[in-house]
């Protein structure tokens, strides 16, 4: 069997162009990054997933790449990625980099030959000499994009672009494009990397007429699945697919296709019982969730570089997140989502922003943390669209938050000075040395995931318990048994255990807010305001 690290492993997600900046130019970079792998060493998570730092006019935060084989210049160059990848691997930390190959930018060479015709180029882009009459239909940026097709005036033609005009979809049907993408895949797995976050899947196999041997679009997965495979047989594939949970055996196929797939519906069932302070959105819809194979996971977070997508949510649903965490028109963004970081959200109460990452890292699949997010960055919503939680990572409370040595309106993005979020209140140096910081406790959060591994491997149980405000779940395998308990309330709850742990004797993992009072014929287990506990559980020892 192949070597499952994904099963366990606790991913930190970070932009470069925003973590660190090493020559004061404003800009982080990949000798920025390499200096500061110590903080993710620390803070316990074993995987670095980088957004795009490829060559690109950087007009959607790198997806619109220009060169899929370099650096961009702004962030070091392939030398500098090289001495990131054995940084990280000295410090046991596997790399994982964005496959952006639903589209490319318009500046791409490929799509610079193409438009003019280039006998090798002319079809790796989806083209039409008359615009679509749907082409309006299925923006992703409503109030930012108006069309799905625009009009070139060099080929005298329309290309299909599913995101902004600047962003053109390869045409994935053609064998040379995909034989090209293989290619891409295969230099950077010679890079170092240990696995591919692959950007907008759905849109990918949307218009795919199926890879030239009969197969469906879902068939695709498979051939690059078998591609990355041969290369390096320990490499995954995680898929940015917003996907109803019926539609999952088609990504995952029988082992064969997709290894991880972020969970979009169950972020969004999180932070709709988030808004409501009860558990009943989680747990009905993790009494649902299908089986999948067993080498296969989800990946489930609480924010990315994304806005928080509530699209699948009814429209009451919807609304009653946006009253609860973004009930100004300025947090909210393309009608579906709210564009802020979680520790604004929460109002700064650190003890909800436990409960919520303890929570996260206790459902099924293999958590995502955004950076920044664990030591309670907050958001700039002056900055356009999604860029609002893209802000420069808080070190200090030196100049621009310790990012740089620049003035911060020579930064990259504007970092966050002001208010209970600015970095003079919010960062890393002063979070590391305190105790009982949000740092510390999340650095103990990570440090009992990866202690239990249960909850990578089995299918959570949700337990039946009194209350609309508790979650309890159940973790079983190898004779092992965990059960997590989290309070979404901000009052206390208290909770019959005695028929959860079935006679069993009881160790806590993790603690935050709880009594347990033994008197009486059973246990009853207190859950203080936003409290959780970890409980493993274990068979009674025989009397001699």
């Known amino acids: 069997m192949y070597n499952l690290w994904y099963k366990n492993a606790v991913i930190y997600c970070l932009d470069v162009d925003a973590f660190m900046d090493s020559d004061g130019d404003g800009v982080g970079d990949f000798q920025g990054l390499t200096d500061r792998l110590d903080h993710i060493e620390a ?35 392939l030398g500098n990625f090289v001495e990131f990848a054995q ?17 490319t930018s318009i500046d791409h060479p490929w799509f610079q030959m ?45 290309y299909f672009h599913r995101f902004y ?37 759905p849109f990918i196999l949307e218009d795919l007429q199926g890879p030239g041997d009969g197969q469906s679009p879902y068939g695709y997965l498979g051939q690059i699945r078998r ?79 994304d806005e928080i997508d509530l699209g699948r949510l009814e429209d009451a649903e919807r609304e009653q997140v946006f009253a609860a965490f973004g009930p100004e028109k300025s947090m909210q963004i393309y009608d579906r989502g709210i564009r802020r970081r979680l520790a604004a959200m929460l109002g700064g109460d650190e003890r909800r922003i436990a409960m919520a990452f303890s929570l996260m890292l206790s459902l099924p699949g293999t958590p995502v943390i ?3 997010d664990e030591i309670g960055m907050g958001d700039n919503l002056d900055l356009p669209e999604r860029n609002a939680v893209r802000t420069p990572m808080q070190w200090s409370d030196k100049r621009s938050g310790g990012f740089s040595t620049a003035k911060p309106e020579d930064c990259v993005r504007a970092p966050v000075s002001d208010g209970p979020f600015g970095y003079a209140h919010v960062n890393a140096d002063a979070q590391r040395i305190d105790p009982t910081s949000l740092f510390a406790t999340v650095q103990r959060l990570i440090r009992a995931r990866r202690s239990c591994p249960e909850i990578g491997w089995s299918r959570a149980e949700v337990l039946d318990i009194d209350g609309p405000s508790v979650i309890a779940l159940r973790y079983s395998w190898r004779g092992n048994t965990l059960v997590t308990l989290h309070n979404l309330s901000d009052e206390p709850q208290t909770v019959a255990i005695s028929p959860l742990i079935e ?16 008197t009486g014929d059973g246990l009853t287990l207190r859950l203080g305001a936003y409290g959780y506990e970890w409980l493993r559980l274990e068979a009674p020892t025989a009397e001699a």
């Open 43 to 77: 803070l316990g998570c074993d995987t670095i997933w980088l957004l795009p730092f490829y060559p690109s006019p950087d007009k959607d935060n790198g997806y619109d790449i220009t060169d899929y084989y370099s650096v961009d210049p702004r962030l070091g160059n």
């Open 503 to 518: 006679g069993c004797e009881v160790s806590p993992v993790l603690r935050a807010g709880i009594d347990i009072d033994r």
């Open 370 to 372: 955004w950076y920044g």
């Open 114 to 158: 193409s438009r003019e015709g280039h006998p090798k180029y002319r079809d790796w882009y989806l083209w039409k000499d008359e615009k679509p009459a749907d082409a309006e239909k299925g923006v992703i940026f409503p109030g930012v994009q108006e069309s799905t097709w625009t009009y070139d005036r060099k080929r005298q033609a329309y």
């Open 87 to 103: 940084g990280a691997k000295d410090r046991g930390l596997k790399i994982m980099v964005d496959l952006v190959v639903n589209h």
């Open 227 to 305: 591609f990355l495979s041969w290369r390096r047989a320990e490499a995954i594939l995680l898929a940015e697919a917003n996907i109803p949970m019926d539609q999952a055996a088609d990504y995952f196929g029988n082992d064969d296709r997709l290894n991880v797939i972020f969970n979009f519906p169950l972020n969004q069932k999180l932070f709709l019982s988030l808004a409501r302070r009860e558990a009943v959105p989680v747990r009905d819809f993790l009494k649902e969730l299908p089986e999948i194979p067993e080498t296969a996971q989800w990946a489930t977070f609480l924010r990315n570089h």
């Open 165 to 201: 005009k600047h962003q053109a979809d390869l045409n994935i049907a053609n064998p040379a494009v995909r034989e090209e993408i293989e290619r891409v895949i295969g230099y950077w797995l010679a890079l170092g990397v240990s696995g591919f976050r692959v950007d907008a899947v």
